[in-house]
């Protein structure tokens, strides 16, 4: 869903200055030219041509000559050698086609389950001391406090937004530049970036993005969460790429998206190694999700944002019809079981049925006690592989009026809420 606008962008100070981009990695001819000029003491801007040279001609004969050498070609000499095989260089994220749509998955309480890959390290869930981690959408520590008094329990993860109007919005985002915000945050942070900036003179998009033009950048980003001392946060990136409403969807060039994902993740980890890339479907649609999945390599945790609409769940039925369909929230948490990943739920909520789009067409589920005891239920009994999740207690006009602090929006789901919670 859009994020609440940031009430205090204006109180974050002056942006900080882009850090300098370190050099790309020089070729290896260009590794191997530096070598000999360091070790034969040539002057530094001069480049040894004859040393080079004779080295390389040097290296050339000798390999001519052990490959036409006797022992290298005789049965006893091949059999003798041991095999050992040799790692395949990991070719850069821009050179890395895109992965086979996912078409043949396993219908969630089929049976079938895909045996994990054991490539991938599946990474540890937010920290807490409840069953499993839980938390809210917030921009201040002032709004987190609110929830966690509300429910009588402590927040173990906020989920926050960048700004989307700059590179330099996303890549030294407000979050931490002020302790009203969440620099001294005691639980965990999740991160939500747009894949490149929507508006402004940095406009970018999924082509650009797919060639490698922003891997920069998001090795900036990597750098400033562990500056920032959350190295480890979640990030959900390009989160709702299955909608229609973000400049970031798939739908508009699913294989560039898919490569500006991977690009993103990997840049992102290259500064920033424990960082938890989070993939975030919207459920239900209205775009294919599973057909752009990047990768196991790419991806930590397998995301739903899951609120009560498009469709509602006024019974139990109707819940349980809901979350098993396609993309639905069952659906989620058995594609993270196939891929050996963790599972999250970074919104969900209510939704008023009264000044909402869901509302106006009768596809909201208002104040729904039901809902919100399926959803404990969900996390209760998935909590092996529950990253976290997280509340979207939004009362902004226009969006879900998901609000259970409201004590007259929603007062038997809050009641609820806090029962289980």
């Known amino acids: 869903m859009l994020p609440i606008a940031d009430p205090v962008r204006d109180g974050r100070g002056s942006a900080q200055p882009p850090r300098t981009e370190p050099a790309a990695d020089a ?16 002057k530094p801007g001069r480049h040894p041509y004859l040393p080079v040279g004779l080295v390389a001609l ?3 004969l000798a390999l001519v000559a052990w490959m036409l050498g006797p022992a290298q070609n005789s049965p006893a000499s091949v059999d003798a050698a041991p095999v050992t095989p040799t790692p395949s260089a990991a070719p850069s994220p821009a050179a890395v086609p895109p992965p086979a749509p996912v ?19 599946r990474v540890a869930r937010a920290a807490t001391a409840g069953s499993f981690p839980s938390g809210v959408a917030a921009h201040t520590v002032a ?33 931490g530049r002020s302790a009203s915000t969440f620099s001294n945050f005691a639980g965990t942070l999740v991160v939500s970036v747009p894949l490149f900036p929507v508006e402004g003179s940095e406009l970018g998009n999924l082509t650009d993005c797919a060639a490698g033009d922003y891997n920069a950048k998001w090795r900036q980003f990597g750098r400033w ?15 709702e790429f299955n909608g229609d409403w973000f400049a970031w969807r798939a739908s508009a060039n699913p294989t560039a998206y898919v490569q500006c994902f991977r690009n993103a993740s990997s840049s992102i ?3 920033s190694p424990k960082v938890r890339i989070d993939w975030n479907i919207n459920a239900h649609g209205p775009r294919s999700a599973f057909a752009v999945y990047p990768g196991d390599q790419y991806v930590d945790v397998i995301g739903i944002d899951s609120y009560d609409q498009y469709p509602p769940s006024p019974t139990l039925s109707a819940f349980d019809a809901q979350c098993d369909a396609t993309e639905g929230l069952c659906q989620v948490i058995s594609f993270a ?23 106006a067409v009768g596809q ?32 902004v006009p226009g969006n879900v009026h998901s609000s259970l602090l409201n004590p007259n929006r929603h007062p038997r789901s809050a009641d609820t809420y806090k029962r289980l919670w």
């Open 143 to 175: 709004e987190a406090t609110a929830w966690a008094q509300f429910r009588g329990r402590p927040v173990d993860v906020v989920v926050t937004y960048t700004d989307r109007n700059s590179w330099d919005a996303i890549v030294n985002p407000w979050i």
């Open 364 to 395: 909201a589920g208002g104040d729904n006690p039901v809902y919100i005891e399926r959803m404990y239920s969900i996390f209760e009994r998935n909590a092996d592989i529950l990253a976290y999740e997280a509340y979207f207690s939004d009362d």
């Open 58 to 60: 040097a290296a050339v």
């Open 225 to 239: 969460l562990v500056n920032e001392g959350r190295g480890d946060s979640f990030v959900r990136l390009g989160w």
């Open 337 to 359: 079981r196939r891929h050996n990943k963790l599972f999250s739920v970074p919104e969900w909520g209510v939704v008023s049925q009264q000044n909402t789009k869901a509302g």
């Open 269 to 271: 980890k290259a500064t």
């Open 103 to 121: 078409s043949a998955e396993p219908a969630p309480g089929s049976g079938a389950v895909a045996p994990p890959s054991g490539q991938v390290t």
């Open 27 to 42: 070729s290896l001819p260009h590794r191997v030219t530096d070598w000999i000029i360091e070790h034969w003491g040539a």
